[in-house]
């Protein structure tokens, strides 16, 4: 396999050399960088990793099988055609596929730049797409806050017992999920000993991706309020869900339903009753853990799931992808 990575000296992309220097079937061609375009990757981190960094305009994007946009939102598109005329297959990490409709993507980011592949693109969440990632030229990998609640809902939603039109997420992020780009608000000094919350109630850019997929999965429009926390650790994401189900189900019987859902994913980690999902379960591996603990009223119950931002969050879940693209190992090069 012939890799390339475009805006590899992001935390994504740094993720995706880490793995990829031990994949049993992936060679890096590239690695690209605006800022860092001629000097090796080892010059920018401090890693062993010696590939020169190349202009993105440089790349040779016709020398391989696959191209990981690690780009920010809105300059993917573009580059994501520029990949597929080139005649190669492309994972973005950013959001610029992740939302069907153009004028959804227009609400929450911009005019969309490229909206003539938005009907070709793959959802990436790999266990409930998987037969539309394998032929896929264009897989939008999910964002870092969705992928636990999804993988979490999609049972519930499919066998139709979630009650009422709303659901409630509470999610805790790691500082990483922001990107690599200081801000004052990841500046260590204020993310250090402080816990805060931002984009409260139905305001982050991850909410309209959300309600898209539960809508899907559900058959019916469903409201999500959603309120990401800041933790002040690097990595990992801790989500809290809060929802109503028909009342004769009782937590083992959801348990039965998660643990039969996931069963033969290597990925997914159903925790059995006592045990509550933490980021110790996940931190630097490709798994989501899922919990489940009733709420002390008949129906209602917290659904709690932790995955690692930067993994079954980003980079991981966009090899596991790949692979499943090109028919390698699911779990190859990833710790499940």
């Not at 020398?63 to 990981?68: N, Q, T």
């Not at 995955?307 to 992808?321: E, H, P, T």
Request: net charge negative; proline share 7%.
């Amino acid at each position: 396999m012939k890799v390339g990575i475009l805006g590899a000296t992001g935390y994504t992309g740094y993720e995706l050399l880490k793995i990829f220097v031990k994949h049993p079937n992936a060679e890096v061609v590239f690695a690209s960088s605006m800022t860092y375009a001629g000097q090796r990757y080892s010059e920018v981190y401090p890693c062993p990793y010696d590939i020169t960094l190349v202009a993105p305009d440089q790349a040779p994007l016709d020398r391989v099988d696959v191209v990981f946009l690690c780009t920010p939102h809105g300059a993917s598109a573009p580059l994501a055609k520029r990949v597929l005329d080139a005649g190669s297959r492309c994972v973005d990490l950013s959001a610029d596929f992740r939302l069907h409709d153009p004028d959804v993507y227009a609400t929450w980011y911009r005019v969309h730049p490229v909206p003539e592949l938005l009907g070709e693109a793959v959802y990436g969440l790999t266990e409930i797409y998987r037969d539309q990632v394998a032929p896929a030229r264009l897989v939008a990998n999910p964002g870092c806050y969705p992928t636990g609640p999804l993988l979490a809902l999609w049972p519930l939603l499919q066998r139709g017992i979630i009650e009422g039109n709303r659901i409630i997420i509470d999610a805790k992020s790691g500082a990483s999920g922001a990107g690599a780009k200081p801000s004052p608000t990841t500046h260590f000094v204020n993310v250090h000993d402080n816990f805060s919350a931002y984009k409260v109630g139905h305001n982050h850019r991850h909410v309209p991706e959300i309600e898209q997929e539960i809508a899907l999965y559900g058959h019916q429009p469903l409201r999500v309020v959603f309120t990401p926390h800041l933790l002040p650790i690097s990595r990992g994401i801790l989500s809290t869900i809060y929802v109503d189900i028909e009342p004769d189900w009782t937590q083992e019987s959801l348990l039965a339903l998660l643990h039969e859902t996931y069963r033969d994913e290597p990925f997914i980690q159903v925790l059995n009753a006592g045990t509550t999902a933490t980021l110790a379960h996940v931190v630097h591996t490709n798994r989501c853990a899922l919990s489940v603990n009733p709420a002390g009223a008949p129906g209602e119950f917290v659904i709690i799931t932790a995955i690692d931002n930067l993994l079954k969050g980003a980079s991981g879940q966009a090899v596991q992808n790949m692979n499943v693209m090109f028919g390698l190992e699911e779990t190859a090069g990833l710790l499940a």
